[in-house]
């Protein structure tokens, strides 16, 4: 999500602020920063520069270089109808190489790689159906690939019509997929001077996230083994030498994830190619509501510890130069900080403070370390990370310094049972004490997830046109541990509704939100969230419900989510209790009052637009005032960008029709 916010776009904003606001032509201004990568020598940092390119309506990816002096900025690559991403330095520092999708109209995504200072790329690779990740190997002259089984034998002409989607697959369906068939996704090695590539994990499974030893003797990954691969969660690491004809071998033995790819975290070598760091869940029965736990484990004996065990959630780790210890990402309530972590006592060490959300890192072979992450009032910037603080390396979004933006503000406030609930306010531009104002409350999906302290530029958008924002993280939120997050555990708006309407009273309490005009909104759970507030209470004036459903009958056997349904809700035909609980909204939509646009992505197989449809057909049936947007061919995270300027001006032109209307 945190791409398709930066993507909003800002209708209008008061004159007051003409000179200064933040407008409708800085919206392409935004620049997204992902993937930082240091060079071997810890002199240059890499990295990709996403933004919105009008002219082919697409978002759009480039890469540019950095010093780590913070001089000599360059453009790597431009490529208007193209993308390039995930630059990986070669060991010996000479060269990039990286993934892109250039190469003709029908072109599949393929390794290219180019001299590190810049200049010319080349095509490394051609599979059939493209290259979904790669590393290199330490000696930079093969590759680590993961690639997808092609659809038909080479040399076979493409057909004028797709052939039948056939499947026997217990998941069949996946967002940004489509439809899954007998197709697997396996992990290859490629060598670079001859061209030739070689499987090393044939069969009825799908391996992700390679990672090539420092020594260069084994390739660990990731993969779902067993009977049915489908119907678990059970990810485990395992290791094979990088050889045609290899046994690989099963590394991690946890009855739970190890290392789900959903948190974009590759294993983790130690310097010395004995141990690997890795991400841990729960049991397979908590799905995503047990905080991820860093995790070491031995690569010759399978010894696993966890080095420090605390009821937060672990991302990306990255060894240390000296395997003492190791940086990561660390959740806590409303900020993520970049940590250090000892092994051996286990100690957690906060290496960025304050009210920022940090998002990647890296470290190089001397210790340089880089952070992505960034507070309210700015999009995320990489940083070197040194003794006395943080020092700037890359921003490309400078001009935000000449605009006027509204603060965020931290909240606290007791639920209905006692609870503290924690959130965030942002006034209205030019916010007097003791006017009330239309207020929206923001809904976050996940369920687990939080909003943090960072740049959200909707909210910008809303205080621009004199809107208070109210975002709540209720029960089911991470970063407040294990138990407040499985509150919700298959008993979705329930708790947190509570603690959602909660939240809205104790800001009319403070005099800052007028109870007469309120709004709410969000989009996935955020949307099923909303279904459920409007249902259970009647003051909200408007409703935006994005990507959500409520007809949980429904959606069974029909979104991408047929384990987690089982696994938290059972079967509908054998807990029909819990299933009607959880569609509330629809199965008692005879409730809601609320005029609710609801909005969906038309390929989105996370939550399709079956969800909104229901839900709108619901309400139209009433003739309570709706509307359904769907936004062709996209998945559950829009990226065109007319669409997310669509989206933006509809949501702001339907809160001002009922909140501001009014007489």
């Keep these: 999500m945190r791409k398709l916010l930066l993507a909003t776009l800002l209708i209008a904003a008061p004159a007051w602020a003409a000179q200064t606001r933040f407008g409708v032509d800085d919206i392409p201004r935004l620049a997204d920063l992902t993937e930082p990568a240091l060079s071997p020598d810890?002199?240059?940092?890499?990295?990709?520069?996403?933004?919105?390119?009008?002219?082919?309506?697409?978002?759009?990816?480039?890469?540019w270089r950095v010093g780590y002096d913070g001089r000599g900025r360059i453009r790597l690559t431009d490529t208007p109808k193209h993308s390039e991403w995930r630059a990986q330095w070669s060991p010996d520092g000479k060269s990039i190489a990286f993934l892109s999708d250039q190469g003709g109209e029908d072109a599949k995504t393929q390794v290219w790689t180019m001299p590190a200072a810049g200049g010319k790329a080349r095509q490394l690779t051609k599979f059939a159906e493209g290259i979904d990740d790669f590393v290199?190997?330490?000696?930079?002259?093969?590759?680590?690939?993961?690639?997808?089984?092609?659809?038909?034998?080479?040399?076979?002409?493409?057909?004028?019509?797709?052939?039948?989607?056939?499947?026997?697959?217990?998941?069949?369906?996946?967002?940004?997929?489509?439809?899954?068939?007998?197709?697997?996704?396996?992990?290859?090695?490629?060598d670079i001077?001859?061209?030739?590539?070689?499987?090393?994990?044939?069969?009825?499974?799908?391996?992700?996230?390679?990672a090539w030893s420092p020594d260069g003797r084994l390739i660990a990954y990731v993969t779902k083994r067993g009977v049915d691969p489908d119907r678990h969660l059970n990810f485990d690491i395992y290791v094979i030498e990088p050889r045609a004809g290899a046994s690989e071998r099963q590394l991690t033995t946890f009855t739970g994830s190890d290392l789900d790819p959903y948190w974009e975290t590759r294993p983790a070598w130690s310097p010395d190619s004995t141990r690997i760091a890795?991400?841990?869940?729960?049991?397979?029965?908590?799905?995503?509501?047990?905080?991820?736990?860093?995790?070491?484990?031995?690569?010759?004996?399978?010894?696993?510890?966890?080095?420090?065990?605390?009821?937060?959630c672990f991302t990306k780790p990255r060894w240390a130069p000296d395997g003492r210890s190791i940086y990561a990402l660390v959740e806590q309530s409303r900020v993520t900080h970049l940590s250090r972590i000892e092994l051996d006592?286990?100690?957690?060490?906060?290496?960025?403070?304050?009210?920022?959300?940090?998002?990647?890192?890296?470290?190089?072979?001397?210790?340089?370390?880089?952070?992505?992450?960034?507070?309210?009032?700015?999009?995320?910037?990489?940083?070197?990370?040194?003794?006395?603080?943080?020092?700037?390396?890359?921003?490309?979004?400078?001009?935000?310094?000449?605009?006027?933006?509204?603060?965020?503000?931290?909240?606290r406030l007791r639920g209905a049972d006692g609870v503290e609930i924690e959130g965030m306010l942002v006034k209205p531009l030019g916010y007097q004490t003791g006017q009330r104002y239309p207020t929206i409350v923001r809904l976050h999906g996940g369920p687990v997830y939080q909003f943090s302290h960072e740049f959200m530029p909707d909210w910008q958008v809303y205080a621009a046109n004199g809107y208070a924002v109210l975002a709540v993280n209720p029960r089911g939120s991470s970063g407040r541990g294990f138990d407040f997050s499985k509150a919700i555990y298959a008993d979705w708006g329930n708790l947190d509704v509570r603690d959602v309407?909660?939240?809205?009273?104790?800001?009319?309490?403070?005099?800052?939100?007028?109870?007469?005009?309120?709004?709410?909104?969000?989009?996935?759970?955020?949307?099923?969230?909303?279904?459920?507030?409007?249902?259970?209470?009647?003051?909200?004036?408007?409703?935006?419900?994005g990507a959500g459903a409520s007809n949980m009958y429904g959606m069974y056997?029909?979104?991408?989510?047929?384990?987690?349904?089982?696994?938290?809700?059972?079967?509908?035909?054998?807990?029909?209790?819990?299933?009607?609980?959880?569609?509330?909204?629809?199965?008692?939509?005879?409730?809601?009052?609320?005029?609710?646009m609801f909005q969906c992505a038309g390929d989105d197989a996370n939550v399709p637009c079956l969800g909104a449809e229901q839900m709108y057909q619901a309400l139209r049936s009433r003739n309570v005032p709706t509307r359904l947007v769907v936004y062709p061919g996209e998945g559950h995270g829009l990226t065109v960008p007319s669409y997310l300027r669509d989206r933006m001006a509809r949501n702001l032109g339907w809160y001002d029709r009922f909140l501001k209307a009014l007489p």
């Design 501 to 545: 309407l909660a939240a809205v009273d104790h800001v009319v309490a403070m005099g800052i939100a007028d109870p007469q005009r309120l709004g709410v909104g969000g989009w996935s759970y955020g949307a099923i969230l909303t279904n459920a507030v409007i249902a259970s209470d009647t003051r909200f004036k408007a409703a935006i419900s």
């Design 136 to 190: 290199w190997s330490p000696d930079g002259k093969r590759l680590a690939l993961i690639a997808r089984d092609p659809e038909r034998p080479a040399g076979t002409p493409k057909p004028k019509n797709p052939p039948p989607i056939v499947t026997e697959r217990y998941q069949f369906r996946e967002d940004g997929v489509g439809y899954l068939d007998h197709r697997r996704k396996h992990l290859y090695v490629f």
């Design 42 to 63: 810890g002199n240059a940092v890499v990295y990709t520069v996403s933004t919105a390119n009008r002219a082919e309506d697409k978002t759009q990816s480039d890469l």
């Design 278 to 312: 890795y991400l841990r869940s729960g049991e397979d029965k908590w799905i995503y509501y047990a905080p991820w736990q860093l995790a070491v484990v031995d690569v010759a004996t399978g010894a696993e510890r966890i080095p420090a065990p605390i009821d937060r």
């Design 345 to 411: 006592s286990g100690n957690v060490s906060e290496l960025t403070q304050g009210s920022r959300f940090d998002y990647d890192l890296d470290v190089s072979r001397d210790g340089r370390v880089v952070v992505l992450g960034d507070g309210d009032l700015h999009p995320y910037s990489i940083s070197a990370v040194e003794a006395g603080g943080l020092r700037e390396l890359a921003n490309h979004n400078e001009f935000l310094a000449g605009r006027t933006l509204a603060p965020v503000e931290a909240i």
């Design 193 to 210: 001077a001859s061209g030739k590539a070689e499987v090393l994990t044939p069969g009825a499974h799908d391996e992700q996230l390679p």
């Design 557 to 596: 056997g029909h979104d991408q989510y047929i384990r987690e349904y089982e696994l938290e809700l059972g079967t509908p035909w054998g807990n029909r209790e819990q299933y009607d609980r959880a569609s509330f909204p629809f199965l008692h939509s005879d409730r809601i009052t609320t005029a609710t």
